[in-house]
């Protein structure tokens, strides 16, 4: 079967040439690391998809996870995965040394899980959750726990996940009624449902600790009252055997796509009233700690969309230099029937789906790498005020480093499906499975609404709106570099105007949020997310064109000719078809109609 679900020469330019993983290995932290040292690993994960994941990504979408007997039932490579996830440290490599990690650069991690997404994105959740539930057990649980859970997690042998919502409670977290009841042996008796639990129970594991949201008896209402437990599948006894804790599979949603990825309904103490949680950190602080873990969350649900997009790509692209359909048009508008039919690749409208994924596949991988990267500057720098600005400039991007991707990734999806004609609706050929499989990005950690609410609502005021301000100096660093390029200015000035229009938007917007009117202020904050990521995305092509212009007069280059013009040919595609749309959403955005805010009477039949 051909490997064709990326395009590693990209990945890596992007990587290595655009966001410069080089520059974080002077940090103390990355010290003992070097770019040959991380090349083998990337390149051992690709070897690791191309053998294990990519071959197994339609067989699990055919026979999908399914609750049997208060279990769930799971494709036989899930354990595959864990067990090399472990081996390879794909679990805990950007953890410390001394909490079994490997200290490699964030952005690393992040290009070599974007390949196994890429690869087969229903088989690394089961890693990446037991990742970040074991993170947040290093970072804010006890001693105790930490010895006694993190070891196994990080090896492979037991999962973890997260849970946090609730049947009658969904983003609105501060609804939640899971109790914890404090006993006088240290630990909580744990009594409530959470629902949509990725990678709640499987066959292969062990073990599973779930990191629980819930509520101790007598906390305050809302949010201010939630803390964080430990609650394993299975008790640990003192001879280090295992036995029940009261955590009852109830059962596995099936869904649309990622079928393969197993998604739960957990009772806690529902049978013995015998569910035992450990405290992470303090009481009333656990929506503090879930949400100190986030950023990384939101980067990789980012990452795994734009993956996605980027494997439909590829598989669209070859059927198009493959597919023979019609003919070329003659100079006099007529076809030539006595000529033999041309690729599809050939046509101008088939070609325009091509550009407008491969707009969105490399622009969303740049967008993610950059989020990583500014996420390693934070963790690694001494500079205070380099800490500062970065983790406004992260804060800022990263509802569009969710959104982007899921969001635009499913439209470039859609028009791979597209390209197969009748073919891409039908299941011997992937693309319709990729179609189903992005669906539920723009769903994960947040919804798309939620996202544009945080984009608009928090992080442009943010203190005094700095992180836009930053945001917009780095844009403009990009913009004067590329108006050095005669090939370029037209590029750089388009987006110079486009800057200035998200200013006016904002400052029309801002207004109403002064006054408090904040359902008016935020009303369009999905146009408004769309608007922003539409000039950032815009950003990242210029600073890839730029480089690449660049290279094309090195005569010690990387890549060929071609692979640069294609960025270049790709940024002009971009700008022609995909920045005008700010200004339609900039017409909206500026409107004075109020039609989707609910008044006296409903127009809503």
Same mark, same amino acid.
């Given at each position: 079967?051909?490997?064709?679900?990326?395009?590693?020469?990209?990945?890596?330019?992007?990587?290595?040439?655009?966001?410069?993983?080089?520059?974080?290995?002077?940090?103390?932290?990355?010290?003992?690391?070097?770019?040959?040292?991380?090349?083998?690993?990337?390149?051992?994960?690709?070897?690791?998809?191309?053998?294990?994941?990519?071959?197994?990504?339609?067989?699990?979408?055919?026979?999908?996870?399914?609750?049997?007997?208060?279990?769930?039932?799971?494709?036989?490579?899930?354990?595959?995965?864990?067990?090399?996830?472990?081996?390879?440290?794909?679990?805990?490599?950007?953890?410390?040394?001394?909490?079994?990690?490997?200290?490699?650069?964030?952005?690393?991690?992040?290009?070599?899980?974007?390949?196994?997404?890429?690869?087969?994105?229903?088989?690394?959740?089961?890693?990446?959750?037991?990742?970040?539930?074991?993170?947040?057990?290093?970072?804010?649980?006890?001693?105790?726990?930490?010895?006694?859970?993190?070891?196994?997690?990080?090896?492979?042998?037991?999962?973890?996940?997260?849970?946090?919502?609730?049947?009658?409670?969904?983003?609105?977290?501060?609804?939640?009624?899971?109790?914890?009841?404090?006993?006088?042996?240290?630990?909580?008796?744990?009594?409530?449902?959470?629902?949509?639990?990725?990678?709640?129970?499987?066959?292969?594991?062990?073990?599973?600790?779930?990191?629980?949201?819930?509520?101790?008896?007598? @906390?305050?209402?809302?949010?201010? !009252?939630?803390? #964080?437990?430990?609650?394993? *599948? &299975?008790?640990?006894? /003192?001879?280090? $055997? =295992?036995?029940?804790?009261?955590?009852?599979?109830?059962?596995?949603?099936?869904?649309?796509?990622?079928?393969?990825?197993?998604?739960?309904?957990?009772?806690?103490?529902?049978?013995?009233?015998?569910?035992?949680?450990?405290?992470?950190?303090?009481?009333?602080?656990?929506?503090?700690?879930?949400?100190?873990?986030?950023?990384?969350?939101?980067?990789?649900?980012?990452?795994?969309?734009?993956?996605?997009?980027?494997?439909?790509?590829?598989?669209?692209?070859?059927? @198009?230099?493959?597919?023979?359909? !019609?003919?070329? #048009?003659?100079?006099?508008? *007529? &076809?030539?029937?006595? /000529?033999?039919? $041309? =690729?599809?690749?050939?046509?101008?409208?088939?070609?325009?789906?091509?550009?407008?994924?491969?707009?969105?596949?490399?622009?969303?991988?740049?967008?993610?790498?950059?989020?990583?990267?500014?996420?390693?500057?934070?963790?690694?720098?001494?500079?205070?005020?380099?800490?500062?600005?970065?983790?406004?400039?992260?804060?800022?991007?990263?509802?569009?480093?969710?959104?982007?991707?899921?969001?635009?990734?499913?439209?470039?999806?859609?028009?791979?499906?597209?390209?197969?004609?009748?073919?891409?609706?039908?299941?011997?050929?992937?693309?319709?499975?990729?179609?189903?499989?992005?669906?539920?990005?723009?769903?994960?950690?947040?919804?798309?609404?939620?996202?544009?609410?945080?984009?608009?609502?928090?992080?442009?005021?943010?203190?005094?709106?700095?992180?836009?301000?930053?945001?917009?100096?780095?844009?403009?660093?990009?913009?004067?570099?590329?108006?050095?390029?005669?090939?370029?200015?037209?590029?750089?000035?388009?987006?110079?105007?486009?800057?200035?229009?998200?200013?006016?938007?904002?400052?029309?917007?801002?207004?109403?949020?002064?006054?408090?009117?904040?359902?008016?202020?935020?009303?369009?904050?999905?146009?408004?997310?769309?608007?922003?990521?539409?000039?950032?995305?815009?950003?990242?092509?210029?600073?890839?064109?730029?480089?690449?212009?660049?290279?094309?007069?090195?005569?010690?280059?990387?890549?060929?000719?071609?692979?640069?013009?294609?960025?270049?040919?790709?940024?002009?595609?971009?700008?022609?078809?995909?920045?005008?749309?700010?200004?339609?959403?900039?017409?909206?955005?500026?409107?004075?109609?109020?039609?989707?805010?609910?008044?006296?009477?409903?127009?809503?039949?």
């Amino acid at each position: 079967m051909p490997k064709k679900y990326i395009d590693l020469d990209t990945l890596k330019y992007i990587l290595y040439d655009i966001h410069n993983l080089e520059d974080l290995l002077t940090a103390e932290r990355f010290q003992d690391h070097d770019i040959q040292s991380l090349d083998m690993f990337i390149n051992s994960v690709k070897e690791l998809s191309d053998r294990e994941l990519y071959p197994y990504l339609q067989e699990m979408d055919a026979h999908p996870a399914y609750h049997k007997d208060e279990s769930v039932i799971v494709h036989k490579q899930v354990q595959t995965m864990m067990q090399q996830g472990g081996e390879m440290g794909l679990i805990s490599g950007t953890f410390n040394y001394e909490n079994g990690g490997l200290q490699i650069p964030f952005l690393a991690h992040t290009a070599a899980t974007y390949i196994l997404d890429a690869a087969n994105n229903h088989l690394p959740g089961y890693m990446g959750l037991t990742q970040g539930a074991a993170e947040l057990i290093i970072e804010f649980a006890s001693q105790e726990l930490n010895d006694r859970y993190v070891p196994k997690m990080i090896a492979g042998t037991w999962g973890g996940t997260m849970c946090l919502t609730e049947p009658q409670a969904g983003s609105s977290l501060s609804d939640i009624v899971t109790k914890a009841i404090p006993s006088n042996d240290g630990y909580y008796n744990i009594t409530g449902q959470k629902i949509f639990i990725s990678g709640g129970d499987y066959q292969y594991a062990e073990n599973i600790v779930h990191l629980v949201l819930a509520r101790v008896e007598g @906390a305050p209402k809302g949010t201010k !009252g939630i803390s #964080l437990f430990v609650v394993p *599948k &299975k008790r640990i006894n /003192e001879d280090g $055997t =295992l036995s029940t804790n009261d955590v009852t599979t109830v059962a596995d949603f099936q869904k649309m796509g990622q079928r393969g990825y197993c998604t739960t309904h957990l009772g806690f103490g529902d049978k013995n009233n015998d569910c035992k949680g450990w405290l992470v950190g303090e009481e009333n602080k656990g929506l503090k700690y879930m949400f100190l873990m986030m950023n990384a969350a939101r980067i990789g649900v980012g990452r795994g969309a734009a993956a996605i997009a980027m494997a439909a790509y590829r598989t669209s692209l070859q059927y @198009a230099n493959e597919r023979p359909q !019609g003919r070329k #048009l003659t100079s006099s508008g *007529k &076809k030539n029937v006595d /000529e033999k039919q $041309t =690729l599809i690749i050939e046509h101008p409208d088939v070609r325009r789906m091509l550009l407008l994924q491969k707009s969105i596949v490399e622009g969303s991988m740049s967008l993610v790498f950059l989020a990583a990267k500014y996420y390693d500057i934070i963790q690694s720098t001494t500079d205070e005020k380099e800490k500062e600005k970065y983790n406004l400039l992260l804060e800022m991007i990263i509802p569009m480093v969710k959104t982007y991707p899921s969001e635009a990734g499913a439209v470039a999806v859609n028009n791979g499906v597209q390209v197969l004609g009748g073919y891409g609706f039908c299941t011997d050929f992937i693309l319709q499975q990729y179609y189903r499989d992005i669906r539920i990005f723009s769903l994960y950690e947040g919804t798309t609404g939620i996202q544009s609410q945080d984009l608009l609502g928090r992080k442009v005021p943010m203190e005094n709106g700095k992180g836009l301000e930053l945001l917009a100096s780095e844009i403009m660093k990009t913009i004067a570099a590329a108006s050095k390029h005669t090939s370029l200015q037209k590029y750089a000035a388009i987006l110079g105007e486009k800057l200035q229009l998200s200013q006016k938007v904002v400052r029309h917007l801002l207004p109403f949020a002064q006054k408090g009117n904040f359902e008016r202020y935020l009303a369009d904050a999905n146009l408004f997310m769309e608007f922003l990521s539409i000039v950032t995305i815009g950003w990242l092509w210029l600073e890839m064109a730029l480089d690449s212009a660049n290279q094309l007069q090195n005569q010690q280059k990387k890549y060929d000719d071609k692979f640069y013009e294609s960025k270049i040919h790709t940024l002009k595609f971009y700008f022609a078809y995909e920045i005008p749309k700010t200004t339609s959403l900039a017409i909206s955005l500026l409107n004075d109609e109020e039609t989707t805010i609910k008044k006296t009477t409903e127009y809503i039949y």
